[in-house]
């Protein structure tokens, strides 16, 4: 049997045809664009785990929705415990942000996490309460989302001004999932946070117990952790490196609690006993720490190597050179720095210029020749 199109039928099929092409090619852009956002929530969810960092988690959560949405501008705000609202971070042009900082935005960022769901303001410049305010920060539409919204460190993930169109309800969806991934992270990060600055806290002022033994040591550990500090930041040391050398620093001297307060006080050059009784708080101090797992490693290093010297003159192990761990190489220098500028019972400290004139003369005996002359150059452009 034959079939016989009618030029009626055979038009019909085109045009049905050409419906089936472009529901195809949408269907398509819809699965990729889909595809596209799910890649991007896959990745933005690896690159959040582990991270402990708030600046840059609310960096990232920015980033991945600024290349999700076709927009004027995005922005995470932040509140304090206290209560007051700060931006976080924001991509736009820097007068645009004003509106956030204005009791206008501050108001909206509220009410989000008091809702603790997201929102959509299409049309502002008509609203009946907001209209005059949004035009004059020329803010013509809104998506909001709360980030963390029952948590210690509250936030909104705010985008404005779309390119083309009225924000959807798929799009505030898309920002709640992003803020929902977000807002757990920013919770373990506070907490992390405010677990470190209670430890650091305690460190600190372990610190400041061990200088206060003498007056004239007053300071000294802080000051020592500020120079050496400096000179690993110059020497490109990680956040990570960078912590151990803070902790290293506030910990240095802590033996000296075991060097009698007759001795560190003494208004006088030591006799040679007391020599001896003072030479062992490296020691003293990396007993009282060693059986703290955390501090292994660089950290007790430190302690316990901050008076070699690379000649192999130093105490308490007498170490040549690079035997020497680097933190401990790096304080030395710090400490000499802050040792021969501070006042002591039978001398006035020396003027900056003249340590720096020592620790030159002394590179590559006393201290390590590219450490101590790093260290005067640093210094020397501070000036
Ligand atoms: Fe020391």
Known sequence: MSISLTEKDWQRLQEEL????????????????????????????????????????VHLIAERTRELMDMEGVAVMLKEPEGEWNIAIAFCSPDREEWLRASWGKSIADSIVRQGKGTI???????????????AFGIANIVAVPLNPKGHMQGVLVVWNKRQGDWMAGELKLLSTIAAQGGGVIE????FQ??????????????????????????????????????????????????????????HDIGKVGVPDAILDKPG???????????????????ILKNIRQFHGPILDGVLYHHERVDGKGYPL???????????RLLSVADGFDAMTSD????????????????????????????????????????
Not at 25 to 38: G, I
Not at 121 to 135: C, E, Q, T, V, Y
Not at 352 to 380: H, M, N, P, S, Y
């Open 344 to 383: 002591r019972p039978y001398r006035a400290g020396m003027p900056v210029e003249k340590a720096l004139q020592i620790l030159t003369e002394g590179a590559g005996t006393q201290w390590d020749r590219e450490l101590a002359l790093r260290f005067v150059a640093l210094q020397k452009r501070k000036e």
């Open 318 to 328: 007498g170490l040549k050179g690079k035997d020497i761990p680097l933190i401990g």
């Open 18 to 57: 050409q419906k089936a092409r472009l529901e195809a090619q949408q269907l398509s852009l819809v699965l990729s664009e889909a595809w596209d956002e799910l890649t991007l929530l896959y990745d933005l969810a690896e690159q959040l785990r582990g991270l402990l960092d708030i600046q840059k988690v």
């Open 188 to 191: 373990s990060a506070y907490l």
């Open 121 to 135: 303001l299409n049309d502002l410049f008509d609203h009946p309460r907001w209209g005059s305010i949004a035009a």
């Open 194 to 251: 405010q677990l470190q600055e209670t430890f650091h806290g305690t460190i600190s002022a372990l610190a400041s117990a061990v200088d206060a033994k003498s007056r004239w040591t007053a300071g000294h550990s802080h000051r020592v952790t500020q120079f050496a500090l400096q000179l690993a930041a110059d020497l490109g040391f990680t956040e990570q490196e960078l912590q151990q050398v803070h902790l290293s620093g506030l910990l």
């Open 269 to 287: 050059p030591l006799s040679d006993e007391e020599w001896t009784t003072m030479k062992r708080h490296p020691v003293i101090g990396y007993e």
